[in-house]
């Protein structure tokens, strides 16, 4: 639950909250890396919910790119989401380090991708960036750790609006990535002719809970933290953890 609390709090200040979660998931609770990378994704969406709620009253001025987005934001979470259950766990082992390492290094650049894409030079089409947020999508529906990161990248290659705006859209899509993924391993884990448990559900309600509670105090914590310097000190734990689990991969072969 503590763990949730802060995961939600550090998405909203800075982003990489999956990165609090899932070592702990697989390390002192001893999930299986893909029981916690379900578990993780239905525990934190409550929280991204609370989050978006905040930004509803600036949807409505990308809206029209809202609408357009909806339809490959949900056809790539359930593509990523499927992709995900189909991985053989020991394949997934593999990919955890390099999947985190990713999500490192997207917080570490964040502020210098920010400034690159919201230079004058918006050259993006409108459809390249369906396709670039469909992209995104399968991402955040098969891991998700740094998928607001890129969203927000390829946003401001062809979206107008302040940072404000472009954050809102991104919130409100990464809660349909989230949920959908979440109702995929959901159904997985407790529905069909042979369901493969991926689903924590005590552990998942006990993030739900903790997401809840440090979204809602997210506000008040974003005030007193330096955003660069939480985003920077979560990056260095990520890299730890890549390194960690890429040692864990190499162990097995």
Same mark, same amino acid.
């Given at each position: 639950?503590? !763990?949730?609390? $802060?995961?939600?709090?550090v998405?909203a200040?800075?982003?990489?909250g999956?990165?609090? @979660? *899932?070592? &702990?998931?697989?390390?002192p ?9 379900? #578990? ?8 991204s919910? /609370? ?10 001025k @990308? ?9 490959? #934001?949900?056809?790539? !979470? ?8 189909? #991985?053989?766990?020991r $394949? ?16 570490l ?12 030079h918006r ?5 390249? /960036? ?12 098969? *891991?998700?750790?740094?998928? /607001?990161?890129?969203?927000? !990248? ?6 107008? /609006? ?13 809660? *349909? ?13 407790f ?5 493969e ?5 005590w &552990? ?16 008040k ?11 920077i ?6 890299? #730890? ?10 162990a097995?072969?």
């Amino acid at each position: 639950m503590a !763990a949730g609390a $802060v995961a939600s709090a550090v998405n909203a200040v800075a982003g990489g909250g999956t990165l609090i @979660t *899932f070592p &702990i998931l697989t390390g002192p609770l001893g999930l299986p890396s893909n029981v916690a990378n379900a #578990t993780n994704a239905l525990g934190l969406w409550p929280g991204s919910l /609370g989050g978006a709620c905040g930004f509803w009253n600036l949807l409505h001025k @990308t809206k029209h790119h809202f609408r357009a987005l909806l339809i490959p #934001t949900i056809l790539g !979470a359930l593509a990523g989401s499927e992709l995900f259950v189909q #991985t053989p766990k020991r $394949v997934f082992d593999f990919l955890v380090p390099v999947l985190i390492l990713l999500a490192s290094l997207l917080l570490l650049g964040q502020k210098s991708l920010r400034l690159w894409v919201l230079g004058p030079h918006r050259t993006l089409h409108p459809y390249a /960036g369906i396709a670039a947020q469909f992209a995104v999508a399968v991402y955040g529906g098969y *891991f998700g750790a740094g998928m /607001g990161i890129m969203m927000l !990248a390829a946003f401001a290659l062809y979206m107008e /609006g302040n940072i404000h705006e472009i954050n809102a859209i991104k919130a409100w899509l990464g809660v *349909f990535i989230n949920l959908i993924a979440s109702g995929v391993f959901l159904l997985h884990s407790f529905v069909g002719p042979a369901p493969e448990k991926l689903i924590e559900p005590w &552990i998942g309600l006990s993030l739900a809970v903790g997401s809840i509670v440090g979204g809602f105090y997210a506000a008040k914590l974003s005030q007193k933290v330096n955003p660069d310097r939480l985003r920077i000190a979560i990056a260095i734990y990520g890299l #730890t953890a890549a390194a960690y689990y890429a040692a864990k991969a190499i162990a097995l072969v």
